[in-house]
């Protein structure tokens, strides 16, 4: 039978206090709703129907282009109102009718496949999410006949006393028998408060008709939950990280204190992993097994290899390979890659260069469109100075070469194997293989005899 989904998102979204669409506003790493259009997509081969409104026609467009078709609802005048507008578009191309909403992220997709089938087990009419709690958020109550089918739903600007007391609470979400629909929603009159045609109106008008509408009771009432003030996105953002976060321990990886920890859904983290507090992961970051990341760490885009450590450092799409390590307070921009077994020290920057295997970057220095060799010594305050103004220069410094400290490489720049420059040197020009240089600007004083040890120090010193 062919499912069509239908997601509202014509709501001006007053609560929520925002010049960009309630809905746009990032979760999890990708706009709020793009949760609902993967749901969708993933249920059903039509593309989805957008309901949009004045506020939200152009960006939504603009952001889902081809993968959605969109309506227009002019007026806000409810649920009801709203899937009316998709009728002209969906009438006659689907058996069902799928209704979700642009602000509920947190949706698991086994529950809406479940919601599916129980609508059509049970030949019912209509099939609707139910949750059991204390704290409404507004949704409307359920009242069931002695068969537990579903007999009326009432909106809480609606409900008495007595009513508002159910705990049983409408999710919103419905699946119906097309042909129901596109012939009982014209019948739904507006409420009597508020003017408006509701979505909730149709349990009554099937049980009316002697039609089943069924309930499928969340286990999970977080799933439900929705999006309205920056209150419920931050209760909704906590609901989110839990899941990560939890999912993340039961495959192997160490979460100090997960109440800190902020893993995106894209992250992936090796077994024997530790993660200590108050770091974040995120994009498509993967991070080998044991590994110790944090604390007070960032990493972007990165792959980081086993047995590595970050400590209080900040990665941007780059990679570190097996058994090296970087920090404190040290940074890799975008395009670093730090080789097995190097090491880079505090206060370090580095971007779009290279740190060779078992090579030693020291304090407070600055790699910039640099290739560096194995086994080199980076001195702490070394700066390859890679930019004249107008354009970058590239720094090339082969194997077993030793950087004093406070040196400068004035790019472009070559400096071959075993060579070794003086602390505070100025190093303008090609340096040859196993030469000695110091000075401003750095001369030739000698050859280096003697390869130095491979396990270079790291104390950057001259």
């Given at each position: ?59 939504l467009r ?22 009316l ?134 286990e ?23 899941r990560?976060?939890?999912?993340c321990?039961?495959?192997?990886a ?119 060799g ?7 305050g ?22 004093g400290?406070?040196s400068?490489?004035i ?9 070794k ?16 240089v ?21 104390d950057?010193?001259?």
């Amino acid at each position: 039978m062919a499912l069509a989904v239908v997601i509202l998102a014509a709501g001006k979204s007053t609560r929520f206090k925002s010049a960009i669409p309630k809905v746009l506003h990032e979760f999890g790493e990708r706009p709020m709703i793009e949760s609902s259009l993967d749901l969708a997509t993933q249920l059903s081969d039509m593309p989805p129907v957008l309901v949009v409104g004045a506020e939200t026609e152009a960006p939504l467009r603009e952001w889902a282009g081809d993968r959605a078709r969109f309506v227009f609802q002019a007026e806000r005048l409810g649920t009801g109102h709203a899937v009316l507008q998709a009728r002209p578009l969906l009438e006659g191309t689907a058996d069902r009718v799928l209704v979700l909403y642009g602000d509920m992220p947190l949706l698991r997709l086994s529950t809406l496949q479940r919601l599916v089938a129980l609508q059509e087990e049970d030949g019912a009419a209509m099939a609707m999410v139910t949750i059991i709690r204390d704290e409404s958020q507004g949704f409307g109550r359920v009242l069931r006949d002695v068969e537990g089918n579903v007999v009326q739903v009432v909106e809480e600007p609606e409900a008495t006393p007595e009513q508002l007391r159910i705990r049983e609470l409408n999710a919103g979400l419905y699946v119906y028998d097309a042909d129901f629909l596109w012939q009982h929603l014209p019948k739904v009159t507006p409420s009597a408060k508020k003017g408006e045609i509701y979505l909730t109106d149709m349990a009554e008008l099937a049980a009316s008709a002697g039609l089943k509408a069924v309930p499928l009771v969340l286990e999970d009432p977080t799933e439900a939950m929705g999006i309205n003030t920056r209150v419920n996105f931050a209760s909704a953002q906590a609901v989110l990280r839990r899941r990560i976060n939890e999912a993340c321990m039961l495959a192997g990886a160490t979460l100090v204190d997960p109440a800190t920890t902020y893993i995106g859904p894209d992250v992936a983290l090796g077994r024997d992993t530790v993660v200590l507090p108050n770091t974040h992961l995120r994009g498509t970051t993967q991070i080998g097994e044991g590994c110790e990341i944090g604390p007070n760490t960032i990493i972007v885009d990165s792959v980081i290899g086993d047995r590595c450590r970050v400590t209080a450092s900040v990665i941007e799409s780059s990679v570190m390979e097996q058994d090296s390590d970087i920090g404190p307070f040290s940074h890799l921009r975008p395009g670093a890659h730090v080789r097995t077994g190097a090491h880079i020290g505090n206060f370090a920057e580095m971007k779009k260069s290279t740190l060779g295997p078992g090579s030693h970057m020291g304090h407070f220095s600055y790699l910039g469109d640099a290739t560096i060799g194995e086994h080199v010594n980076i001195g702490a305050g070394t700066i390859t100075c890679n930019y004249d103004g107008k354009q970058k220069h590239p720094t090339v410094v082969e194997g077993h070469v030793f950087i004093g400290s406070d040196s400068l490489l004035i790019a472009p720049v070559h400096i071959g194997e075993h060579a070794k420059t003086g602390a505070g040197s100025v190093v303008t020009h090609d340096v040859p293989a196993r030469t000695i240089v110091y000075g401003v600007p750095a001369r030739p004083h000698g050859i280096v005899e003697e390869e130095p040890p491979a396990d270079a120090s790291t104390d950057g010193e001259d």
